[in-house]
């Protein structure tokens, strides 16, 4: 469905990011892959992709340095020869109550989750306009739809995707690049996993399919949306989240 395609994904080192690089790379796409900090298991990560018959590409750096990520963008082209899909799933949270909260904080959380995804877009726009065709995929939240006491930083950065998305999606349709987000709700992550069974069960009573989502969940909609079968969808908010925001 993607062969020869080559997929960006920022963040792709574990979680949700590696369950869609994985993905991509099953459905025949080159991978190249983001990271901000050394992991020992990247490179079992690599072979890993490899073994499906693709190219996979490592590439260090922090997606809030704009600068930097425009060396990222240039050196994966270079290497794979083309750009045909960004997925910009890099995020962090610093949790705490709006009362607590450093600015610090609030900065870091704003500068990597929304200014990642404006300098992604704004870097990699330039190869899929000439080539014109591109599918962008933003990771946002159920929270930036919904907000959450003590996430105001986090919810924030996550509603400013959806609106970054929506705008995105209307300058480049002409180009043949589409632009679409997804919002997770609860997924099995290394995250989810250090909560106590007793936050993990309040969480799961707003569930209304009383389970936890799969970071497969999310993979497999971003396969979709990267294909072909989504040529007519632009500008939605997809959420993967039990029903949580209905």
Partial sequence: MLNG???FVTGGSRGIGKAIALKLAEKGANIVINYRRENPELEELKKEIESKGVKALLIQGDVSD??????MIDEAHKEM?????LVNNAGITKDTLLMRMKEEDFDRVIDVNLKG?????KHITPIMMKQRS???INMTSVVGITGNAGQLNYSASKAGV???TKSAARELASRGITVNAIAPGFIETDMTEELSDRVKDAILKSVPLKKMGKPEDVANLVAF???DEAA???GQIVNVDGGMAM
């Fill in 134 to 136: 591109g599918r962008i």
């Fill in 225 to 227: 949306l990267s294909s």
């Fill in 5 to 7: 395609k080559v997929a």
């Fill in 232 to 234: 007519y969808v632009t």
């Fill in 66 to 71: 704009f600068n930097r990520v425009k060396e």
């Fill in 162 to 164: 959806i609106g970054a």
């Fill in 81 to 85: 020869g083309s750009l045909d899909i």
């Fill in 117 to 121: 995804v404006f300098n992604f877009i």
